[in-house]
């Protein structure tokens, strides 16, 4: 139980081009989803919290109109990334929060690439 | 503001026991985690403790948590080369869309 899937797994995209990338929670309803970026070699930055029927929560710094976030059922979570460049090149996961410790159960990510 | 920090790299032989280590500075931490990221995939859960734990013991893996130090530590016995990956070391004050800070995660390397 407690799978996420994320389509696609990887995306090759020319620079100006927008990204939607899914996230799916397949067995369970996530009201809460996590949607984080990863450089190589480093950790996890949380570039926001979605959660469901509401607007998504934004880190500092992560601009909301670049990363659209949409969590519009219970299993269905998409970060749209609008007009990528290179610089937004990187390896994007999202994870749901299930559980009463708040675990999060964390997709295969996908890995962008823009041109 | 919140602060994990871990070793970056790991190395053990095959048999071996292998400790992570892991502080934080968020004196509300309620939960504990320890999540494992294979190349190339997401990360995966592998145990976690609420934060009036001292241990938790889940097969191979031993939670030590030290709460005055604020120190977490992950024990993994009899290490095989499939646990190569990198372990990452999180902390939460809450649930319910509370933030998760993560480490930067500890590259272990197990030799054969």
């Known amino acids: 139980g407690a799978v996420v899937s994320q389509h696609p797994s990887w995306v090759i995209c020319k620079s100006g081009t927008s990204v939607k990338i899914e996230c799916r929670s397949l067995d369970f309803q996530a009201t809460t989803m996590f949607w984080y970026r990863q450089f190589p070699k480093q950790s996890l930055m949380l570039m926001a919290t979605s959660n469901e029927g509401s607007k998504a929560t934004y880190e500092q710094g992560v601009e909301k109109d670049k990363f659209l976030i949409n969590h519009a059922s219970l299993t269905l979570s998409t970060l749209t990334v609008t007009s990528a460049h290179p610089e937004d090149s990187s390896f994007y996961i999202c994870?749901?929060?299930?559980?009463?410790?708040?675990?999060?159960?964390f997709g295969p990510g996908t890995r962008l690439t823009v041109l | 503001g919140e602060d994990v920090e871990q070793s970056l790299f790991l190395s053990v032989r095959e048999g071996d026991s292998s400790v992570i280590n892991c502080t934080y500075t968020?004196?509300?931490?309620?939960?504990l985690y320890w999540y494992k990221q294979e190349p190339g995939a997401g990360l995966q859960l592998l145990t976690y403790i609420f934060s009036n734990m001292d241990m938790k013991q889940d097969q191979r893996l031993t939670v030590l948590l030290n709460k005055k130090d604020k120190h977490l530590s992950l024990r993994i016995a009899d290490t095989q080369t499939g646990d190569s990956a990198i372990y990452f070391c999180?902390?939460?004050?809450?649930?319910?869309?509370?933030?998760?800070?993560f480490g930067a995660g500890t590259r272990l390397f197990v030799k054969a």
């Open positions: 968020d004196s509300s931490s309620t939960y």
């Open positions: 999180a902390e939460s004050s809450g649930t319910g869309g509370f933030k998760t800070i």
């Open positions: 994870s749901a929060e299930l559980g009463l410790a708040g675990e999060q159960f």
